[in-house]
């Protein structure tokens, strides 16, 4: 990785650190479902405590747009973080708080800032607010890959008002994905899904030109199929004529699905058929791609050298529409591929499977992972590639 500064023992020892971690997690009922954004801050952690530093990580959750929203609090992340990483972890309720930094300035414990996003500044990329978190350190780590095309104040700004490193897993990320478009190894397939054609629109105009086959399912492959002219039922289609006159739409390297898993409705004890794309009738909803696409799809897979995956296959909250996404998860994780997945939805349901292990490289990124791959820059790698002198 070239010009942007790694995190090293020599860097951090004895400083204060202020590192900007991912907790974005999703937390249903005070239970945090998935935990491997978390964890993958941890290495960083570890080497700052190790080279006798003192970490102090800013998070964000959610959006509360520049207020306190309680159930977006930090204090949910900490104990999880005390349990992990066997270490008291301090929970900083206002870092802004003249009485709590003087409290907690100099300590020697974890501290954890609350969401920093219940204060404007933080979107704003305000100046002033960098430099008042920039007094908690002497040192600025960023290992939040998920964020860094944010522009804001815990991911530019202050990474440029102190000397600032890339954290390991951040290193990581630049290394697995940059390698994905610089040199992919062929056949190199790539596997979209999710939702939103317009946030996808650019990488799949990159995928066209630099992968052998790009496969599309889940809602993504529906609106493609209704521009197509295939009616989808009841699915939910984005409809705008200017995404749809994109030429590599219409590039024969994307493959969509030749049948597609129907239902009633969304719930629980809807009934699921079967059917050919162009026998999908007015009154149903498209839940997930059909087994003639699993095998198709898969035959593809099994010859791939590169395999890079983001969005599930199917609207995965349902039972009756997993098949595709972890019929396929089990296919790419049994090839000898180089084999990358990323995005929150995606990452979910093969983890669901118990197969996200199983995969050469996953990615912390959702938005951040399809503009890398897009090839756009990234606000927050770009601040670190102008960072102080260290
Ligand atoms: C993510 O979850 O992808 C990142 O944390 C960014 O979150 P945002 O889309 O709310 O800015």
Redesign the pocket.
Known sequence: MQRIPVVSKKAVAGKRVLMRV?F?VAIEGGIIREDY?IRANMSSIELVLVAGGYPRLIA????PGGARVDVLSMAHIGAYCEKILKRKVIFVRDPFNESARRRYQDSHEILLFENI?FWQGEEKNDRDFAYMLAEWGEAYINE?F??C??A?ASMDMLARILPAYAGLHLEKEIRNLGAVMKSPKRPFVAVLGGAKLETKLPLITRFVRRADAVLIGGALANTLLSARGFSMGKSTIERDAVLFSSPALKSKRIILPQDVIIVDTFERGSWPRVVAIDKVPQDVYVGDIGPKTIVHFSEILQKAAMIVWNGPLGYTELVQCREGTEKIAEVITKSAAFTLIGG?DSIAAVSRAKMLNKFSFVST????MLEFLAGKRLPGLEALKVTKKQ
């Open positions: 991912d974005d954004r964000h959750m959610g959006r996003r939040a998920a964020n095309h944010r804001h929150g990124g959702g938005g951040a």
